[in-house]
């Protein structure tokens, strides 16, 4: 149990590399696929929701941008904040594993509660939805387990940024911020061209 507890607390010391590329690719598909069963849009790497756009290939860039963007930010970041040789194998493979919970994420957001209020389009949807207390009471859970998931989703990412850039202290925070944040809002503007 202690070994199960140690890697879902920091996975990339022992996935790394292309092993860890082919588990991310493969959780991004997942993630796709139910993505766009559900109708659920990754507008960036902290936010989904609905979208005006429901073609397959609008879910299938948001969750490359989604993956892409933050791992060529951290790259180009470590290349001045890391003393070590940082490959590019590492970051793209490590960023997409740090994205696995999204496969979580993208379940929680397809069940009714969480899809009905993410594709709310009118404050009379909303005052209908908040008149109901058992559906607001189920929004409360998943949404509170949603954030829980990106929460996990961004720890990942730190970790992964720690073992596959070699960094600690500022520089590493520094990477991660540009990486996380930055990432995020330049994949809402990307994401938001598709629709």
């Not at 993505?35 to 902290?46: C, E, Q, R, S």
């Not at 960023?95 to 509660?113: H, I």
């Amino acid at each position: 149990m202690k070994a199960i507890f140690e890697f879902l607390k920091n996975p990339f010391y022992r996935v790394a590399g292309y092993t860890s590329l082919a588990w991310g690719v493969a959780g991004m598909a997942v993630s796709t696929a139910i993505a766009f069963g559900g109708g659920i849009h990754f507008h960036g790497l902290l936010h989904y929701g609905g979208a005006p756009n429901g073609a397959w290939w609008c879910f299938v860039v948001e969750h490359l941008v989604v993956w892409l963007v933050p791992s060529v930010l951290i790259y180009l970041s470590a290349l001045f904040c890391s003393r070590s040789h940082v490959r590019p194998v590492d970051v793209l493979g490590t960023v997409a594993f740090a994205q696995l919970p999204l496969v979580l994420v993208s379940l929680f957001m397809a069940l009714p509660p969480m899809h009905e209020i993410a594709t709310i389009q009118s404050m009379q949807e909303v005052d209908r939805l908040l008149s109901d207390t058992a559906w607001l009471l189920a929004v409360v859970w998943f949404g509170a387990v949603g954030l829980l998931l990106s929460i996990w989703v961004l720890y990942w990412m730190f970790r992964a940024i720690s073992v596959a850039c070699n960094l600690k202290g500022r520089n590493l925070w520094i990477v991660f911020i540009v990486g996380a944040f930055g990432g995020d809002l330049l994949c809402r503007y990307l994401i938001g061209l598709c629709y």
